[in-house]
């Protein structure tokens, strides 16, 4: 009698979420107002994945093998720090303890220290994404219509809100000019905009920072005090 052949768990389980992505994909919900781009956040990824990991019982334990840091120079002389990982996901199945491994590469540009967090999520949202070929979300029936149009408003940028406050802070707290102060608020106030609707807090916070710092660079400035004059000594001839 001849024994079936049953495959490991692990792809068991990546073959069934890859099936679950095929009926519905993930659509490209926000927009880039810098480059003008479409993209999947983050956090549309996390939202769909962990149930379906979950239900699949699928583990991903990401290792990083290679990580590489440079200063680049950004508006205003800011310093921003450009970070490249190299990150390998483990896939490991809770039934029979199989497991794959692929890896992917994330790069992420950032003003304080949070450049290694944004490339560690670029590097999983794009290994995610390929392993388990996840499409763009059929088109809405009401693409054309108004209520789509209103609905796009909610532009997120790629980091996500959190990490864009705190990168538009640092870049306040470089500002050497009232003009370069007022450069950034031009520059950024589409985005600020939506901020402002979204998340109305964190948008506070950048207020705060601009009022701040205006009223740093306002400032008179003390001047320096004139050198004493010594007094001249008469001169026995």
Not at 24 to 49: F, M, P, W
Not at 93 to 118: F, M, N, P, Y
Not at 143 to 165: C, L, M, N, T, Y
Not at 210 to 215: K, L, S, V, W, Y
Request: glycine letters at 6%.
């Amino acid at each position: 009698m001849t024994r079936a052949i049953t495959a490991p768990h692990v792809y068991r389980a990546i073959n069934a979420i890859t099936a679950d992505f095929a009926r519905a994909g993930i659509a490209k919900a926000h927009t880039n107002l810098i480059e003008q781009y479409q993209y999947r956040s983050i956090d549309d990824v996390l939202n769909r994945l962990a149930p379906l990991l979950a239900r699949h019982r699928l583990c991903v334990l990401p290792r990083v093998l290679r990580r590489q840091a440079e200063d680049r120079a950004g508006d205003h002389d800011a310093v921003l720090v450009s970070v490249r990982l190299k990150v390998a996901f483990d896939l490991v199945s809770a039934r029979d303890g199989s497991s794959h491994v692929v890896q992917s590469w994330g790069e992420a540009l950032d003003a304080g220290d949070k450049g290694t967090a944004k490339a560690m999520s670029a590097a999983y949202k794009s290994a995610m994404l390929e392993l388990f070929c996840v499409p763009v979300a059929g088109e809405d029936a009401d693409a054309s219509s108004h209520r789509v149009k209103a609905a796009a408003r909610a532009v997120e940028p790629v980091q996500g809100w959190p990490a864009w406050s705190d990168d538009i802070l640092d870049m306040i707290k470089v500002c050497e000019s009232l003009d370069a102060l007022d450069r950034v608020r031009t520059r950024q106030g589409q985005l600020l905009a939506a901020l402002k609707r979204e998340r109305p807090e964190l948008y506070a916070r950048i207020g705060a920072g601009f009022a701040d710092r205006g009223q740093q660079l306002a400032a008179p400035r003390p001047k320096p005090k004139p050198a004493a004059k010594q007094a001249m000594e008469p001169v026995d001839g």
